[in-house]
């Protein structure tokens, strides 16, 4: 990874950032028409704050490869890769709490003679994102560890 790519990824979130930040500002402070202003709610929660999420974890990413960062740097690489750590957190508490309400809620449903797809369902989706919760967990670790990012 060079200096000008971080660079010209850091340009880029930022220029999204703002963006993301106008744009909330001008739904919430300018008085527009309704349906423009749903229209720029869409857009802002469709595109832009996952364009800067993701522009976001990318430059944390470059950051947090490269070896020979200035510490300011560093620290940057870690506030932008806090977001993905939150996701991940809030996956695994989902699939660790969910069951304890999945579970009653399926026997239930059973025991009144209700169909229990739902809970079923929910169960399926909490063990499901159990998994991809630690394989993330685990990566995020991975990408982070000193030794591999300075290579053979």
């Known amino acids: 990874m060079s200096n000008s790519s971080i660079k010209s990824t850091l340009v880029k979130f930022v220029v999204t950032l703002s963006a ?3 744009s909330i500002f001008a739904c919430f402070g300018a008085a527009m028409d309704p349906s ?3 229209v720029l709610i869409v857009f802002t929660v469709v595109l832009l704050i996952p ?12 950051i947090r490869l490269e070896v020979d960062q200035p510490k300011p740097m560093q620290i940057l690489g870690a506030v932008l890769g806090l977001p993905r750590l939150l996701f991940i957190t809030v996956l ?12 009653p809620e ?4 059973m025991s009144h003679g209700d169909s229990p797809i739902f809970p079923i369902g929910g169960l399926i989706l909490a ?3 159990f998994v991809r919760g630690t394989s993330l967990f685990s990566q995020h670790g991975r990408s982070t560890s000193r030794d591999e990012r300075s290579g053979p």
């Open 106 to 109: 399926m026997l239930s449903d």
């Open 20 to 22: 993301t930040g106008f």
């Open 51 to 62: 364009s800067s999420l993701l522009l976001g974890l990318d430059t944390s990413r470059l």
């Open 36 to 38: 423009i202003r749903a």
């Open 92 to 103: 695994g508490l989902f699939a660790i709490i969910y069951p304890f309400y999945g579970v």
């Open 127 to 129: 063990a499901a994102i």
